[in-house]
């Protein structure tokens, strides 16, 4: 994760600044919570997917 979109989830987090992706936060764990509840989900795979999502619904594509 870049270091923009890392701090912009810590902003998220600490919910005292605001910012604004709080929206990208809320839709990422969203799908993060459904992945985890479905059959095939991996625990140490649940971590990575919520990273992945919210980089995606920030910057419209994921950053290897």
Request: glycine share 2%.
């Amino acid at each position: 994760m870049e270091k923009e979109i890392a701090d912009e989830l810590i902003r998220v987090l600490k919910k005292n600044e605001s910012s604004d992706f709080e929206e990208s936060f809320e839709r990422a764990f969203e799908l993060t919570k459904a992945y985890a509840a479905s059959a095939n989900a991996q625990a140490s795979a649940i971590p990575f997917v919520f990273e992945k999502m919210f980089e995606l619904f920030v910057c419209g594509k994921t950053v290897k």
